[in-house]
């Protein structure tokens, strides 16, 4: 690849001859491909190769927005009126300065990618499919809020059991998709290209341990807390990079020690034979290949990364936890994810409906209830 003279794709197609199938690889700069561009690619590929096989054209679905389009977009709306209103809400998000999270702070020159040590933890498809369906069905939250409540849970727990005091906050560095349809006439739904947002956000669970009804008070704290961010938080990189007159104020803002990022679900190759399972990845390879520069300085002292892969026993989450090697330690950070699957556990165990429903404020647009009144008509619902 040669992305300073334009080179973003290559492709190379691995004969085995007329009585095996081969394999074709595709390598794309990270700059033209994310995550849900793969989701639009592998089905065209499909169709591609089924129209080529049949000696037709490919005529592939129309792209409604174009990426340059959605750039000039972007540009645009960085510099109006309601976007720079949220400034406010940046400034205070990244306000107070967070103790160091590991030994020392990053240092640029030592803590590179090459430097970088990785861990990656699984889990089993029943405690999955809870995190995935059953959770979030039975609290009415998303996938994200589950897993960023049981995140928060376990940094801030882990921070009183080490440093003491009353830690009840964490700001994490929140990667997603970047897909967000602002106005009508945006249709970005077969686009392909890099449209990742990362923003900040201070999460707060509040004072709790990890038993079930404490720990599901604190996901009806952090998913209203996550919902107040417009439009999943693409204001801050347009306010950050797009618009000089704001980007000076949060440019100088603390940089949060944690990142996170979930990739979503991912199927398993197809067993069918049809031209579907042609078109899948590789078995035998990563389900997303990646790469850096080994020399570039590493921007989090910690790095999750979560995907859920289809299998033929069911789904399961891989959480891969990356930090430089001389901040954190491989024992802390095992420590770390696995108080994140216990607070996961706290959060899947047994949601019935005897239990809260999970319902919070932004649940009901049409009436004014604050959370304490919606628990207690709960409550009255349950013993009536």
């Given at each position: 690849?040669?992305p300073?003279?334009g080179g973003?794709v290559?492709a190379?197609?691995f004969?085995?001859?007329?009585d ?5 690889l595709l390598?794309?700069h ?7 561009s793969w989701?639009?690619l592998?089905p ?5 190769w ?7 054209t ?5 792209v409604?927005t174009s990426f340059?389009?959605w750039?000039?977009r972007?540009a645009?709306?960085?510099h109006s009126?309601?976007?720079t209103?949220e400034?406010e809400l ?9 103790r160091?999270l ?12 090459g430097s ?5 933890l699984t ?8 995190v ?14 589950v897993?960023l409540?049981a995140?928060?849970l376990?940094?801030t ?7 003491g005091?009353?830690?009840t ?5 929140l990667?997603?998709h ?15 290209g890099?449209f ?6 201070r ?6 341990d ?9 996901l ?5 807390q996550l ?25 100088t803002r603390?940089?949060?020690q944690?990142s996170f990022n979930y ?8 067993d069918?034979g ?12 990563d389900v ?6 080994p020399?570039l300085?590493l921007?989090?002292c ?8 289809d299998g ?15 901040v954190?330690?491989e024992?802390?950070v ?12 706290a ?11 999970g319902w919070?404020?932004s ?14 008509l709960?409550?009255?619902?349950r013993n009536?």
């Open positions: 690849l040669a300073a003279t973003m290559e190379v197609w004969d085995a001859g007329p095996r199938p081969g394999r074709l390598a794309l990270h700059l033209v491909v994310d995550g849900v989701r639009i592998v065209d590929l499909t169709a591609a089924q129209a080529a096989a049949a000696g037709r490919a005529r592939l679905e129309p409604g340059r389009t750039a000039e972007l645009e709306e960085a009126p309601g976007r209103a400034l940046w400034e205070r998000m990244t306000a107070a300065p967070e160091t590991g030994r020392r702070p990053l240092d640029p020159v030592r803590d590179t990618a970088a040590r990785s861990l990656t889990m089993d498809p029943e405690r999955t499919t809870a995935l369906a059953e959770v979030p069905a039975a609290l009415n939250a998303s996938v994200n809020e897993m409540t995140l928060a376990a940094v727990g882990r921070r009183r059991k080490r440093e005091g009353d830690h906050a964490v700001l994490i560095d990667e997603g970047g897909r967000e349809e602002f106005a009508p006439d945006i249709d970005l739904s077969r686009t392909v890099w990742t947002s990362l923003y900040p956000v999460l707060d669970p509040g004072r709790t990890q038993e079930r009804a404490p720990a599901m008070a604190a009806k704290r952090v998913k209203e919902r107040a961010l417009p439009d999943n938080g693409l204001g801050y990189g347009l306010l950050r990079h797009l618009n000089p007159h704001t980007a000076e104020a949060l440019r603390p940089v949060p944690i990739l979503g679900r991912f199927a398993a190759p197809s069918s049809g031209a579907d399972a042609e078109w899948t990845a590789d078995p035998l390879t997303l290949g990646a790469g850096a520069d020399a300085p921007a989090h910690l790095e999750i990364n979560v995907l859920t892969q033929v026993d069911g789904p399961r989450l891989a959480a891969t936890w990356s930090w430089p090697d001389g954190l330690s024992p802390e095992r420590d770390l994810a696995e108080d994140w699957f216990t607070a996961l556990d959060l899947s165990d047994r949601p019935d409906r005897s239990m809260s429903s919070t404020p649940d009901l647009p049409l009436v004014s209830l604050s959370q304490a009144e919606i628990d207690l709960e409550s009255e619902w009536s």
